[in-house]
């Protein structure tokens, strides 16, 4: 696959993460394209104070790395990317800002890369506003496919007049002015739900899965999570706002529970939750890394895991191979891992690959729940 992003004035090595064998995909797309290219004449500008949001893999941050550059996310994954393709090309340092830490001082130029998530570049839309003056420049950046009349209309009630760019291979620029005088509602989120029957207050930050509600997968989880003594460390792996962590904890009350996710909005979100269900009396670690990241090996009686099968836009049964990868080498002998998943996803030939078993505990007309036991 083509590792050369070029541009009309540069061309830049970037490779995309985590690193697979025989990878069938660009570290990016034709948005980051058109936005650099538009942008060629300010790419030395150093300046510029620069903010650039979602980059996904670092093509942004590379070439801007000039500018006085930061770049927020709340993916640990594209972080770690924007990083590593940062020394690959030996650039300048872009300074990382997370999804839960606050901006500062004033931008001159704002660069996002419109994800699918509209309640996440609300959330953005909104911390972004108190940071623009007169002058800024602001450019959203997409595949066409991603802008919708709903994403404009955010633009437009939260920063101020916009428009957008002819097309151009299938992507789409997004300009938008800065109105000091538009009255803007409040950032409605993080959003919190009631979760019944245990009367526990659900606080969910903008770009944590299924924040409205309980998802039905994870209900049905829920509902049939291992209790006992027997596991003193249990694992919520893929945890997004930590339910069934929080669950598990409940059933299984000598346990250790550690929540891993590569967001750090569901990590956030995960860590009040677990506070507010247990007020420090039941202890917890909480871990923004790419699946378990330098976990121990050997060292879990027990991982509960719902894996995401998608990474960005990507859709693939990926994530979900490596996350059952990683659980095998952290979990002890007889350690068990539980996972749920659509039943069409076919986790079950996967499992049995990797750990030489797999039962099937409970299923629905949906949802199958699996057991691989470590041996």
């Not at 997968?217 to 893929?238: N, T, V």
């Not at 929540?259 to 670690?285: G, I, L, P, R, W």
Request: glycine content about 4%; some cysteine.
């Amino acid at each position: 696959m083509q590792t050369t992003l070029t541009l009309e004035q540069d061309s830049f090595i970037l490779k995309r993460f985590p690193i697979k064998k025989n990878e069938q995909l660009q570290a990016w797309d034709a948005a980051d394209q058109l936005v650099l290219n538009h942008l060629a004449e300010n790419l030395d500008n150093s300046e510029l104070r620069v903010l650039i949001i979602n980059d996904q893999f670092g093509a942004l941050s590379v070439a801007l790395s000039k500018t006085q550059a930061c770049m927020l996310s709340d993916s640990y994954i594209a972080q770690q990317a924007t990083l590593a393709n940062l020394a690959l090309n030996n650039s300048a340092p872009v300074r990382m800002i997370n999804s839960t830490q606050a901006l500062s001082g004033q931008y001159d130029l704002v660069i996002i890369k419109v994800q699918k998530s509209l309640a996440q570049l609300e959330d953005q839309l909104h911390k972004l506003r108190q940071h623009l003056h007169s002058d800024s420049q602001i450019i959203g950046c997409a595949m066409v496919k991603m802008i919708h009349s709903s994403t404009l209309s955010l633009f437009e009630k939260i920063i101020g007049p916009t428009k957008t760019s002819l097309a151009k291979k299938k992507a789409r620029l997004i300009f938008s002015q800065y109105d000091n005088a538009l009255k803007v509602s409040a950032n409605p989120y993080p959003q919190s739900y009631l979760l019944e029957p245990s009367g526990l207050q659900i606080l969910n930050h903008a770009n944590v899965f299924s924040r409205a509600r309980l998802d039905i997968g994870c209900r049905y989880f829920i509902e049939h999570i291992p209790s006992g003594d027997e596991a003193i460390d249990i694992i919520d792996l893929g945890c997004g706002n930590g339910i069934v962590g929080i669950i598990a904890a409940q059933r299984n009350p000598k346990a250790q529970i550690h929540f891993y996710d590569e967001s750090h909005m569901a990590v956030a979100s995960a860590e009040h939750n677990y506070h507010q269900a247990f007020n420090d009396n039941q202890q917890a670690t909480f871990q923004v890394t790419d699946c378990l990241g330098n976990r121990e090996k050997a060292s879990a009686d027990l991982i509960l895991n719902n894996p995401p099968f998608h990474q960005q836009n990507a859709i693939g049964d990926f994530i979900a191979w490596q996350m059952f990868s990683q659980a095998l080498l952290v979990l002890k002998k007889q350690g068990e891992l539980w996972v749920i998943g659509n039943r069409h996803l076919d986790y079950q030939n996967k499992l049995v690959k990797l750990f030489g078993n797999c039962q099937q505990v409970h299923s629905n007309n949906k949802f199958v729940i699996l057991k691989s036991i470590k041996k």
